[in-house]
């Protein structure tokens, strides 16, 4: 196996013939996937540490800042993460550690296909773990024509716990980090049933946001190869590209996806949507991320809030997204939006 051919969240097209077979048996079967999840849970769910609390889940739109907070928390040491090693077979990470340790090449890191300068390897935590909201959930809210706001049954959310269980034993580590810009669509009810566990909603200006998702749509419109598409769709990847499929909120966007004002509609739709989750539940924690670039105060605070070691992020102020951008009009609605979203930021860290 060739794990040294994967590139961030995307797939080179010298994929070998065996790379792209070993993926399809494991992620494009629904079937496969629960046969080879269920076998996981039997051998190693019984050994996994207990689920004490103290989880982290990182959540926005799409080229909010997420990876980057996501990397910094990672990089504390205090947490297990899905990470690239884990791929292909992510609902079994302890069965296939063991064999993929034999197999895999390391290799150096290299700059994920956003072309955002950051650089990722085998050992980089990634939003993974949408493959499980996939396998179990999928038909509640994947269309093909966009993702449905949805409320995971009980069952499903005490599996995904068995399943952060099944990723703390992999690593090692007591807690569990994740991030998903999908989890969205599903905060209140995770929220809701996951009281001991924060939620972090990132939350960046709204031009440079949608300046960013207009560019990354562009970037990601190349139809490329069937397999490269599959492999977005198997992660859930929709957020922009060929197969952009937008979040169903209330007041989501229908024009022209090569536009400024459609990524500014999406914007609005999604923080409106996502503004009274936020208001109802103490453990979901607004994030501004130029604050978090720009204020090393902000990060102390949540390090404290999270309980752990204040560090020095290594990528925040290199990779910091600068100052508010310019004025725009038809920003204004979302700019008001935001302004409320950094008054209950405020709240929690004093800025």
């Known amino acids: 196996m060739r794990s040294s051919r994967q590139n961030g969240d995307a797939v080179r097209a010298d994929y070998s013939f065996a790379d792209r077979l070993l993926h399809r048996i494991a992620l494009g079967s ?14 190693f769910l019984k050994v996994s540490p207990e ?6 889940i990182v959540t926005s739109l799409a ?15 205090a947490f297990a993460s899905l990470t690239y090693a884990d791929m292909p077979f992510v609902l079994a990470p302890n069965s296939w550690a063991s064999i ?15 072309g955002d300068g950051i650089r990722v390897n085998l050992e980089s935590p990634e939003a993974l773990d ?25 069952r499903d959310i005490a599996r995904y716990r068995d399943f952060m269980r099944l990723v703390m034993r992999r690593a090692g580590k007591p807690r569990y980090l994740a991030k998903g810009n999908n989890n969205i669509l599903r905060l209140d009810a995770l929220a809701s049933a996951m009281p001991d566990t924060t939620f972090l909603l990132v939350v960046r ?32 990847h929709h957020e922009f590209g060929i197969d952009h499929r937008p979040y169903r909120f209330p007041g989501a966007p229908e024009g022209d996806t090569d536009t400024l004002d459609y990524w500014l509609g999406v ?17 979901v924690l607004v994030v501004p991320y130029e604050a978090l670039c720009n204020r090393p105060e902000l990060w102390n605070a949540l390090c404290a809030r999270l309980d752990l070691p204040v560090t020095v992020p290594r990528e925040l102020s290199a990779t910091g997204l600068g100052a508010a951008s310019a004025a725009d009009p038809a920003a204004e609605e979302a700019r008001t939006i935001q302004a409320r979203y950094l008054a209950r930021a405020c709240e929690w860290w004093g800025g």
């Not at 629904?30 to 051998?43: N, P």
């Not at 197999?103 to 290299?110: A, C, M, N, Q, S």
Request: with cysteine; hydrophobic share 35%.
């Open 205 to 236: 200006d709204p031009l440079a946001h949608a300046r960013s998702m207009l560019a990354q749509h562009r970037r990601f419109s190349d139809p490329g190869d069937t397999f490269r598409r599959d492999y977005m769709r198997w992660l859930v």
């Open 100 to 114: 993929s340790s034999r197999l895999r090449h390391d290799f150096e890191p290299v700059e994920r296909a956003h």
């Open 63 to 77: 080229r909010a800042g997420s990876t980057i907070l996501l990397r910094e928390l990672y990089a504390t040491g």
């Open 130 to 154: 949408q493959v499980f909201w996939r396998v179990f959930c999928g038909k509640s809210y994947i269309r093909p024509d966009g993702l449905l706001p949805h409320r995971p049954a009980k």
């Open 51 to 56: 689920d004490r609390g103290g989880h982290v």
């Open 30 to 43: 629904i079937a496969t996937a629960e046969t080879l999840h269920d076998i996981e849970r039997t051998r």
């Open 267 to 283: 914007w609005t739709a999604c923080y409106t949507a996502l503004e009274p989750v936020a208001n109802a539940h103490a453990n």
